[in-house]
């Protein structure tokens, strides 16, 4: 990919407070079968 | 050496993934690397033959690429495919893609070490921002939107 030259970059740190990476899905719960009163 | 500048917020830039399924379950593809899959809700690090995890390394060309503008992604696009269009909303434009291997363009975030130039990055981490599909139906655009929780919009 052509991101420009070289000989200009420069270096930027970034560490966000939070990543900006969603959470992990949450688990299905296995449907329950109706209990008989 | 470079000077070095902190930022919280990460920089949100733009890119081209390839869409191809693994197993059962379609994933992103860096664009110009074959087969190296973005896992999904889980960041994408940076790795270098040479460097390692160190990477994106001044002087060397590692690291997750990314431009600076949708039309800077566009254009390597349509080197790509070599058309002259754009695509997306609001554009409807399908470029001569082949059958079954569609493509993303979207947002990407990135964090840890970041290079910048001129038209774009080199990043230590990424994780994709929103995506647009292009050659992908809704139910492509349905799984993608479930497998890494982002926006995803069909052609």
């Given amino acids: 990919m052509d991101i420009g030259a070289p000989e200009t970059e420069h270096e930027i740190e970034i560490a966000p407070l939070e990543e900006p990476v969603p959470s992990p899905a949450p688990a299905e719960e296995p449907a329950q079968e109706p209990v008989p009163a | 050496m470079s000077s070095r500048a902190a930022f919280v917020e990460p920089i949100v830039a733009w890119r081209l993934w390839h869409v191809r399924r693994h197993d059962d379950l379609y994933r992103l593809e860096s664009f110009t690397w074959h087969h190296v899959s973005w896992p999904a809700r889980a960041r994408f690090e940076a790795e270098c033959s040479t460097h390692g995890a160190a990477a994106p390394v001044e002087g060397h060309e590692c690291g997750i690429y990314a431009f600076k503008t949708r039309e800077l992604a566009e254009d390597l696009l349509r080197r790509y495919t070599g058309v002259r269009q754009h695509y997306g909303r609001p554009y409807q434009e399908l470029p001569p893609l082949r059958q079954g ?55």
Avoid at chain 2, 121 to 136: K, M, V
């Fill in chain 2, 101 to 155: 291997c569609p493509i993303a363009i979207g947002r990407v975030s990135l964090w840890g070490r970041v290079l910048a130039r001129e038209n774009g990055f080199r990043a230590q981490y990424a994780y994709p921002y929103d995506l647009f599909l292009i050659g992908g139906e809704d139910v492509l655009a349905r799984e993608l939107r479930r497998l890494y929780a982002v926006d995803v919009w069909p052609s």
